[in-house]
């Protein structure tokens, strides 16, 4: 039996044996992503090809920690309704031996190219990074063809998640890096074929222009033209709270510039966070058939208390976002829930059109684990409405202050902790609540919260509530997916 048939087998006896534990967490989810068992990150390799959606992970099997990462993977035709498929990748070469790490896919003459990060380490823990190449004519089973790209100089080994695109008639890559004098950085390398790649230099960060001071490590890159501006999303590690922004340990962001491929050069303007919640990393984005720039995010962040969640104790952890589709609107970077979401509403509607005057109340038909909320037509003018969703969590908005917030109870200490930010004015909501999740989006998309949430298992309660006079029209579905098949 080779490294990888061992490792494979081992993944499934993972699966096969914790089932019956995991499928009894009361906080499992409905209608997201999860891994079968052990803990999932970093979305990978996102792509359409022939129709049908590819969406690989970083996973680890064996425990919910960090480790020697596997590629797992998902496939869906509608965004919807989604199938477990056979492992992508294990690592069981010596370049990958300590994780096949996070990366990108693009389709070259009918077949999936992945580029992926192969990590190795020797026993005192020193690091070594590899760019590596494996191919799929059928998106399941990859043929590895080993490292194209070795450490450049100028950059420790933190050097990582390839993301890759085409442009004209030469393909790009931007890799995320750490420099020698510990500045966060993204690499950019091209090339003609996919196989032999060129470095041209740092695209951003590395002590140079508006982010050369900008945190020690740039994970995750991602570069793409977006209605005539060209975004570069990633995800800076080191960065110092500032006010409302930046309060997650690491941040998840974008800036909006323009790429020029002849000169390699980008000029852009500022950061600005994807997401306000408490779990929100590593996002990774496609293009559909329809011209959609579509994105799916890992719903947490690194180092930020995960050995804490309850669902440990079920032997998983963690779980992708919805997927949604970014657009440039003034500015700024929207994000909506992709159209097909439609399909998980499986209730008719509830809706009421309510007042309120200094009071909280709870409204007939409106509750439940895994709903849609539509909350339109907000009119406010002073003081705050709020919506409590069970006991696990509760949006604020301030029209006084121009301030949205999200609470949640703590889950290390049971204590209440908050994100904000600042919205001039509150005139709709879309909530997704799944089990032990919430991704609300503001404004048609301006903003959005995502956080994990873990209310009173058997608590379905959403109230309603203002301290003057608040007026919306609530509408609500009941949600369920019956395909994530896992």
Same mark, same amino acid.
């Given at each position: 039996?080779?490294?990888?048939?061992?490792?494979?087998?081992? =993944?499934? $006896?993972?699966?096969?044996?914790?089932?019956?534990?995991?499928?009894?967490?009361?906080?499992?989810?409905?209608? +997201?992503?999860?891994?079968?068992?052990?803990?999932?990150?970093?979305?990978?390799?996102?792509?359409?090809?022939?129709?049908?959606?590819?969406?690989?992970?970083?996973?680890?099997?064996?425990?919910?920690?960090?480790?020697?990462?596997?590629?797992?993977?998902? /496939?869906?035709?509608?965004?919807? #309704?989604?199938?477990?498929?056979?492992?992508?990748?294990? *690592?069981?070469?010596?370049?990958?031996?300590?994780?096949?790490?996070?990366?990108?896919?693009? @389709?070259?003459?009918?077949?999936?190219?992945?580029?992926?990060?192969?990590?190795?380490?020797?026993?005192?823990?020193?690091?070594?990074?590899?760019?590596?190449?494996?191919?799929?004519?059928?998106?399941?089973?990859? #043929?590895?063809?080993?490292?194209?790209?070795?450490?450049? @100089?100028?950059?420790? =080994?933190?050097?990582?998640?390839?993301?890759?695109?085409?442009?004209?008639?030469?393909?790009?890559?931007?890799?995320?890096?750490?420099?020698?004098?510990?500045?966060?950085?993204?690499?950019?390398?091209?090339?003609?074929?996919?196989?032999?790649?060129?470095? &041209?230099?740092?695209?951003?960060?590395?002590?140079?222009? $508006?982010?050369?001071?900008?945190?020690?490590?740039?994970?995750?890159?991602?570069?793409?033209?977006?209605?005539?501006?060209?975004?570069?999303?990633?995800? *800076?590690?080191?960065?110092?709270?500032?006010?409302?922004?930046?309060?997650?340990?690491?941040? =998840?962001?974008?800036?909006?510039?323009?790429?020029?491929?002849?000169?390699?050069?980008?000029? +852009?303007?500022?950061?600005?966070?994807?997401? &306000?919640?408490?779990?929100?990393?590593?996002?990774?984005?496609?293009?559909?058939?329809?011209?959609?720039?579509?994105?799916?995010?890992?719903?947490?962040?690194?180092?930020?208390?995960?050995?804490?969640?309850?669902?440990?104790?079920?032997?998983?952890?963690?779980?992708?976002?919805?997927?949604?589709?970014?657009?440039?609107?003034?500015?700024?970077?929207?994000?909506? *829930?992709?159209?097909?979401?439609?399909?998980? &509403?499986?209730?008719?509607?509830?809706?009421?059109?309510?007042? %309120?005057?200094?009071?909280?109340?709870?409204?007939?038909?409106? +509750?439940?684990?895994?709903? $849609?909320?539509?909350?339109?037509?907000?009119?406010?003018?002073?003081?705050?409405?709020?919506? /409590?969703?069970?006991?696990?969590?509760?949006?604020?908005?301030? =029209?006084?202050?121009?301030?949205?917030?999200?609470? &949640?109870?703590?889950?290390?200490?049971?204590?209440?902790?908050?994100?904000?930010?600042? %919205? /001039?004015?509150?005139?709709?909501?879309?909530?997704?609540?799944?089990?032990?999740?919430?991704?609300?989006?503001?404004?048609?998309?301006?903003?959005?919260?995502?956080?994990?949430?873990?209310?009173? *298992?058997?608590?379905?309660?959403?109230?309603?509530?203002?301290?003057?006079?608040?007026?919306?029209?609530?509408?609500?579905?009941?949600?369920?997916?019956?395909?994530?098949?896992?």
């Amino acid at each position: 039996m080779t490294e990888d048939e061992q490792l494979r087998q081992e =993944a499934y $006896e993972q699966i096969e044996k914790n089932k019956n534990l995991v499928d009894q967490d009361p906080y499992r989810l409905t209608y +997201h992503i999860m891994p079968p068992v052990g803990l999932l990150n970093d979305p990978n390799g996102f792509i359409q090809v022939n129709g049908v959606f590819h969406l690989y992970y970083q996973w680890m099997p064996f425990k919910t920690d960090h480790g020697a990462k596997f590629w797992g993977h998902y /496939s869906s035709e509608d965004l919807v #309704n989604w199938r477990h498929e056979s492992i992508a990748l294990t *690592p069981s070469e010596w370049y990958e031996k300590n994780g096949c790490y996070s990366g990108s896919a693009i @389709e070259y003459k009918g077949k999936i190219y992945a580029f992926y990060t192969g990590n190795v380490k020797d026993e005192q823990g020193n690091r070594e990074t590899y760019q590596c190449l494996a191919i799929s004519e059928d998106g399941i089973h990859f #043929n590895k063809k080993g490292p194209l790209i070795y450490l450049p @100089e100028g950059f420790t =080994a933190h050097f990582r998640d390839p993301k890759v695109w085409k442009q004209e008639e030469t393909y790009f890559m931007v890799i995320g890096a750490q420099t020698k004098d510990l500045k966060g950085a993204i690499a950019l390398y091209q090339s003609k074929d996919l196989l032999n790649w060129t470095y &041209r230099g740092i695209l951003v960060g590395g002590g140079k222009g $508006e982010l050369q001071e900008f945190g020690y490590m740039f994970e995750c890159p991602d570069l793409f033209h977006l209605d005539g501006k060209d975004i570069l999303v990633f995800s *800076p590690q080191g960065l110092e709270t500032q006010g409302m922004k930046y309060q997650n340990v690491y941040q =998840a962001g974008y800036v909006i510039g323009d790429f020029d491929p002849k000169t390699g050069e980008y000029r +852009h303007q500022e950061f600005e966070e994807l997401d &306000r919640g408490f779990d929100f990393y590593a996002p990774q984005t496609t293009i559909d058939s329809k011209g959609r720039r579509l994105l799916f995010g890992w719903m947490s962040v690194p180092d930020q208390h995960e050995q804490d969640h309850p669902t440990i104790e079920y032997k998983w952890i963690h779980n992708m976002t919805l997927p949604r589709e970014l657009k440039l609107v003034s500015g700024k970077v929207y994000q909506v *829930p992709v159209d097909e979401l439609d399909q998980l &509403r499986c209730s008719e509607v509830v809706s009421h059109t309510v007042k %309120l005057t200094k009071e909280s109340q709870e409204l007939n038909g409106i +509750h439940g684990k895994a709903v $849609e909320l539509n909350i339109q037509d907000i009119e406010i003018a002073e003081g705050w409405m709020e919506i /409590s969703i069970s006991d696990g969590g509760r949006i604020i908005y301030s =029209a006084d202050e121009k301030v949205i917030s999200f609470e &949640r109870k703590s889950y290390v200490d049971g204590m209440t902790e908050k994100r904000q930010c600042i %919205l /001039s004015g509150l005139k709709n909501l879309r909530i997704f609540i799944d089990t032990s999740s919430v991704e609300i989006f503001i404004n048609d998309g301006l903003e959005t919260f995502t956080s994990r949430i873990y209310p009173s *298992p058997k608590n379905d309660k959403i109230t309603f509530g203002a301290s003057k006079d608040a007026s919306f029209t609530a509408l609500k579905w009941d949600l369920n997916v019956k395909n994530v098949n896992i």
